[in-house]
């Protein structure tokens, strides 16, 4: 193990008390509830996806006209272009295609960290994006959060909406923070793309071994804090409205077809 | 031929669908059970919807008559 | 409420959650996209007259009683319990509704309102809260499933009473009566409305295509659609369908009337025969050369108006224009038109209802519409946004001519064979 990479902050203390607990818990977060958030993000899709399955089919069409000639190509139109909201809201649009796109690269960012996997070259210290990609989500959250203050946004929007954007925003927040530190030298106090691989080796093992191992950067209750909000939004996913990734497509086929 | 009088008149020509039932049923709830009402369409449809209504509401269509084109019907209120 | 009612509500509520309404009822993502789009709003700017405020009463009774979120965090999606309040709630958002589904074309998911909105209707209907004279009309048109036959000498009699004024418009093809009824084999079973207006220009148009058609004895329209009570809805459009087997015919024509149209059209299955507006019945005539319009029969500019659920909804969009362009070179159209047609705010059996003020406010977006147009005659092809538009016309003086287009056609009616 490189000296070097190890902050005086971390390791060698030998804890106890409160210090000991916040080990396990952190050592809880970063490796046991992956494989759980993972498991009831998956479990709770595919029930939510049987719910509607078996739901029985509408008696009649519940398409819009003109008709189109190819209707399940239109209802792709309508997912990933959102036509109608480039037309009416521009900005917003604009926005919303940041986001969206922005999570796409972000989906293969993290799968980028699997030992393996190599979407960027080896030898890259970056994940996809060099961090352009936090900023394509994080601006755009801040956005759909603001305008949810004002006009009727605020009178249609409950709790959970801005929860939901609250959660959002510290994950893309603290990745981008991540991200940030990971621009500095390797051979300073900071946590590499080398390091954070070594991690999702364990994940990807099953080996359980404590990530403080590999990961030694003296900002790791933030890397945990990032994880433990990831964790939590891929738990309430099959639960919210995020469930509209899964739902867009079948949506806009009702009304296409 | 009529041996009832009527409690009130409702002049129902020209209204489109379906506002000569809806006024009819407003307007019979204005008179008591017993009393008769009498009612001007142009409709032909209302032939058969004043009687199918009738039944429908529990009252009874005492009479029907048409000339030139205006229809005259005598309702009696039963509920 | 009592226990039992809500236990019953719950019940109505869960054989409504076909897989659209789940779609509907999950995915909202509250992006507020369908806000302006909604004429009621435009004219009212209210939360609760928002597509998605109205979706939102359905949504939080299914979150609080279908969901686990509402029953772990209830808090998180302000869920609302089924009670007398959350059905006035529910009262007020489906019947201030034209189900017009402009919103639906809004939606980045598509999600339809109207469809929800007939959650709410089904509960007010549960709650015996529902409006009491689509409730009586729909029964009315239901008994006249039976009582037809006892009336149907009286009616006779009224459609023959009819003849001079079809026969002033065009000929009675040899051997037929103006208005025939009863023809076992014809091509077509035209359903009207009760009124003449709605029989007279039909009967002439069918007669000047030489067609071998027949009247129904029943009224097309469906009450029971504004209502929201499938049940009934099936049975009074059944009426016809049996009529239509029993008389074997080939053809349904329907009347003037969206919503009429859009139930027997695509809400009672397949059948041997086809169905159609008046309106794609006419096109056809005239392409084919069936009937002759002479142009010119319309003074000053006119402009038409799409019925939303013959448009929209119903697909018929071409048609119309199709036949207008044989009447007149002076058309100018609405904006927006077609699909992104301004509901007129008479949708949803607010019309029935009475309604008048509101109406009368909601129909803002339309005038404005109407105004702009410049035009000197509105027509349109549904009896509703007919009153609607002659209502507003009136209210807002706008000194415009409201017509039915098959009203025009009859009246442009030539070249007859003698
Ligand atoms: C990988 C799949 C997707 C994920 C993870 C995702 C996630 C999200 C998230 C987290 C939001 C913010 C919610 C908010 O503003 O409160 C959002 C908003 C939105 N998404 Fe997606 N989405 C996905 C796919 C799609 C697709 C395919 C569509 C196509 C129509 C779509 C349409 C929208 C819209 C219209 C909003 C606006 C909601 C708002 O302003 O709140 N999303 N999405
Ligand atoms: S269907 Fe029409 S009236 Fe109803 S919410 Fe949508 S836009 Fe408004
Ligand atoms: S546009 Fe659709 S998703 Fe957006 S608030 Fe309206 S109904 Fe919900």
Not at chain 2, 1 to 15: E, P, R
Not at chain 3, 204 to 222: D, G, K, P, R
Not at chain 3, 404 to 414: D, I, M
Request: aromatic share 10%; hydrophobic share 45%; glycine share 8%.
């Amino acid at each position: 193990m490189d000296p070097q990479a190890v902050s005086a902050a971390s390791q060698a203390v030998v804890h106890t008390g409160f210090a000991l607990f916040l080990d396990k818990l952190y050592y809880f977060i970063m490796v046991p509830l992956v494989y759980i958030s993972v498991i009831v993000m998956i479990v709770g899709i595919v029930a939510k996806i049987v719910s509607i399955v078996r739901a029985p089919i509408p008696a009649f069409s519940l398409k819009t006209y003109p008709a189109k000639k190819r209707p399940f190509l239109a209802a792709l139109g309508d997912t990933f272009g959102m036509p109608m909201i480039r037309k009416e809201k521009p900005l917003f649009w604009f926005f919303l295609m940041m986001f969206h796109i922005g999570i796409f690269f972000l989906f293969f960012g993290h799968l980028d960290l699997f030992p393996g996997v190599n979407l960027m070259p080896p030898e890259s210290r970056h994940m996809i994006g060099a961090g352009a990609v936090g900023l394509s989500v994080t601006i755009p959250t801040f956005y759909f959060l603001f305008r949810r203050f004002k006009g009727q946004e605020r009178h249609i929007s409950v709790p959970s909406d801005y929860l939901l954007l609250l959660l959002l925003l510290f994950i893309f927040l603290l990745g981008d923070m991540i991200s940030w530190g990971n621009s500095w030298t390797a051979n300073g106090f900071v946590m590499t793309k080398a390091d954070f691989k070594n991690y999702f080796g364990i994940l990807k093992s099953f080996s359980f071994v404590d990530p403080r191992t590999v990961l030694h950067g003296s900002h790791y209750h933030f890397v945990v804090l990032h994880v433990f909000l990831a964790e939590l939004f891929m738990m309430i996913l099959p639960f919210t409205k995020i469930v509209h990734t899964f739902f867009s497509l079948p949506l806009n086929l009702l009304r296409r077809r | 031929m009529s041996d009832y009088t009527v409690a009130k008149t409702l002049d129902c020509k020209g209204l489109a669908c379906p506002m000569p039932i809806v006024r009819l049923s407003q307007e019979i709830a204005k008179i008591k059970v017993g009393e008769v009402i009498e009612m001007f369409t142009t409709d032909p449809g209302s032939l058969a919807d004043v009687p199918s209504w009738a039944k429908s509401t529990g009252n009874a269509v005492l009479e029907n008559k048409q000339e030139s084109g205006v229809i005259h019907f005598f309702v009696k209120r039963q509920k | 409420m009592e226990a039992a009612t809500q236990e019953a509500l719950k019940k109505l509520f869960e054989s409504k959650l076909n897989k659209a309404m789940r779609l509907y009822l999950d995915t909202c993502a509250h992006c507020g996209l369908c806000v302006e789009a909604c004429h009621v709003y435009q004219a009212m700017p209210e939360t609760k007259y928002t597509p998605v405020g109205r979706a939102e009463v359905v949504r939080k009774l299914f979150k609080r009683y279908f969901k686990m979120q509402g029953k772990i965090a209830p808090w998180l999606g302000e869920v609302i319990e089924l009670d007398d309040k959350s059905v006035n709630m529910a009262y007020e958002a489906a019947f201030s509704c034209t189900g017009c589904r402009r919103c639906v074309t809004v939606c980045p998911f598509g999600i339809d309102t109207q469809q929800v909105m007939n959650i709410a209707k089904l509960l007010l209907i549960g709650a015996e809260k529902q409006p009491q004279i689509l409730a009586m009309l729909s029964d009315m048109s239901i008994a006249k499933g039976e009582t037809w036959k006892e009336t149907a000498n009286d009616y006779i009699a009224a459609l023959n009473n009819l003849a001079p004024e079809v026969e002033a418009l065009a000929p009675t093809p040899p051997g037929r009566p103006a208005i025939p009824i009863d023809v076992e084999n014809a091509n077509v079973l035209y359903v009207g409305l009760s009124g003449k207006h709605s029989i007279v220009p039909a009967a002439a148009i069918l007669n000047a295509a030489s067609e071998n058609w027949t009247i129904s004895h029943f009224e097309a329209v469906n009450f029971a659609a504004w209502l929201g009570d499938g049940e009934k809805q099936r049975l009074i459009a059944k009426r016809i369908i049996m009529e239509a087997e029993r008389l074997k015919v080939k053809e349904v024509a329907v009347v003037e009337c969206g919503t009429a149209t859009r139930v027997l059209k695509f809400m009672t299955g397949s059948h041997p025969f086809r169905i159609v507006s008046i309106v794609e019945l006419i096109a056809r005539y005239i392409e084919q050369g069936r009937i002759k319009v002479k142009p010119g029969t319309i003074s000053g500019t006119l402009t038409y108006h799409d019925p939303c659920q013959l448009g929209r909804n119903g697909g018929v969009m071409e048609e119309p224009r199709y036949i207008i362009g044989k009447l007149t070179d002076k058309f100018v159209e609405l904006t927006p038109n077609k699909e992104a047609n301004w509901c007129c705010g008479g949708g949803g059996g607010l019309i029935s209802l009475g309604e008048h003020e509101f109406r009368m406010k909601t129909g803002k977006v339309k005038v404005d519409q109407m105004r702009a147009s410049k035009a000197d005659t509105i027509c349109t092809a549904c009896e509703n946004c007919h009153t609607q538009l002659t209502e507003l016309n009136e209210h807002y003086g706008l000194g415009m001519k409201v017509e039915s287009l098959t009203n025009l056609v009859a009246h442009a009616l030539t070249g007859f064979g003698a």
